[in-house]
Each structure stands twice: as C-alpha cells, then as structure tokens.
C-alpha cells in the first residue's frame, strides 16, 4: 500500500505529466497552424447571446456564405505576401451551441486568465457538437439583437485552444463588420497581437496602421486587421464597414509566419 508520501509524489508526477502533454500539444498545433502548407480548417458556431427572437431569427437564417468574406480575406491577403497555399482557411458553418460560456471576470488577474483559459477550453469540447472532419480552429459568435443599446464585449481569441469568442450583431448589414472582428479573433488564435492602444481603442502607429508610411499620415484609407480601424486623424478613427477595407500589415504577417518580401506595400488598385 502507497504511504502519503509516495502517493503525494505520484499525484505531482502524474500532474506534471500532464502539463507536459498540454504543452507538447499547444506547441504542436501552433506548428501545424502556422506552417501554411495546408487550409486551416475553421468552424463558426453561432450562440444566441440574449435569447431574443430576432437574435434567433438570424441565427436560423444564416448560411455558410455569410463567412465568404473572411475566405476572400485570407486568400487575397495570403496572395500579397506570397504564401503557397492557395486556400489558407476554409470556413464552415457548424450548429448552433445553446450553453453559454463561462464568464470572464471583471479586472481579471493573471490567475483569473488562466483559468478563464482552461475553463472556456473546457467547455468549448463539451458543447462541440460537430459531426464532420475535425477543425482547426474554433470561433464562437455569440450574437445580440441590433436593438442591444447595451455596447459589446469585448471578443477574444486564445491562442492555447485554438478558440475564438466573437460577440457580434444579429443583423445582416452588420455582418461585414463580424467578419472583421472575427477575422481579428481568428488571427489572435495564430498568435498576433493587438496593435491598438487598449484604453483609446486607437491603432498604434506603425505596426496598427495599414500604410505607415503614408505622408501626409492622415488619413488613412484602410485598417490593419490587429489594428482594428481605418485612423482618420491623430484621435479619431472609424470601424471598417468589411474586410474588403483591411489588410494584414507586415507586423502581424511575420507574427503569423507569412514571408514578408522587402519593400512590400499595398496595392493601389484598392
């Protein structure tokens, strides 16, 4: 029979064991996802964030090409840099999911990230309801009623887990705009960072603007994807109405392992 001790030690071996694997898989899968050489497959699951009618309404109505926009995105933006893979994401449409995610603490601490973390994991493979090949990656779009006065939340996107928490509109002309938040929180899972200013919501010159390099600075025409908004002046700047007016800039291509040729720059054509 194990003594206390003995049992103590095998009860941190086997922890340790696991946190090994854990580690081992989150490294692994942040090889495979940004190696680019072959679509990453993504899975949107749509939640009904109020439990309002109308929000259901558009949930019921949504197809699979309402995400055309973030394929476009990738591709075209994948294409600038030269990327091989002629189709780097592939978007499904998955069931809708009717449990609601754990929340995220207000003023969160370290601790509180980390098993937030671990926790949303957690429930996102319980509720994965999907019976077709495995994704790999998953975004969660809870929608709101247009009616909402309440403003969103903020999305998240967690690179360990590969999981993507989008709050969004429940509105057909609000979907350009879902697909840039989503595309964001997509991007966030390959492990870029945000390049705005977290109290100002402001995009941070160079990396967060899409034309640094612009003179005179302002203002700009496009956003940069993990800037978040087109900078119209030194304080103010607007939400992109789609995707078709981001770009990735070279910042968060080397963070997502994109090959950013010398003297790149965007198209004019735009």
């Known amino acids: ?13 086997i922890l340790l064991l696991i946190l090994l694997a854990v580690a081992l898989n989150s490294w692994l899968s942040r090889i495979r996802t940004t190696d680019w ?26 197809s699979g090409d309402a ?28 069931p809708q999911v009717f449990a609601s995610p754990p929340k995220l603490p ?28 495995a994704a790999d990656i998953r975004i969660f779009m809870r929608y709101y009623s247009p009616q909402n006065r309440e403003p969103l939340a903020h999305s998240l996107g967690l690179q360990k887990g590969l999981i993507g928490l989008v709050n969004a509109f429940a509105d057909e002309r609000n979907q350009g705009q879902n697909n840039v938040v989503a595309a964001h929180e997509l991007l966030h899972t ?38 978040g908004r087109v900078p119209i002046s030194d304080g103010r700047a607007l939400i992109p109405p789609s995707l078709d007016a981001v770009v990735v800039g070279t910042g968060t291509a080397l963070e997502i392992n994109w090959p950013v040729p010398d ?8």
């Open 1 to 13: 029979m194990l003594n206390a001790r003995t049992f103590r030690n095998l009860r941190i071996l």
């Open 37 to 62: 050489q072959e679509t990453l497959w993504v899975l949107v699951y749509p939640l009904n964030g109020d439990g309002r009618a109308d929000t259901q309404a558009y949930i019921d109505s949504l």
């Open 67 to 94: 995400f055309d926009g973030i394929e476009r995105f990738f591709t075209r933006e994948a294409g600038r840099y030269g990327v091989a893979s002629v189709d780097p994401v592939f978007v499904q449409l998955a």
């Open 106 to 133: 207000q003023n969160p601490s370290l601790f509180d990230n980390v098993r937030w973390s671990l926790s949303m994991r957690w429930w996102a493979w319980r509720n994965d309801s999907w019976q077709g090949p």
């Open 190 to 227: 390959l492990g870029a960072s945000d390049k705005y200013d977290l109290n100002s919501g402001l995009p941070l010159w160079p990396d967060g603007f899409a034309e640094p390099d612009q003179v005179p600075r302002y203002p700009q025409r496009l956003a940069e994807i993990m800037g």
């Open 263 to 270: 003297g790149l720059a965007v198209t004019a054509d735009r």
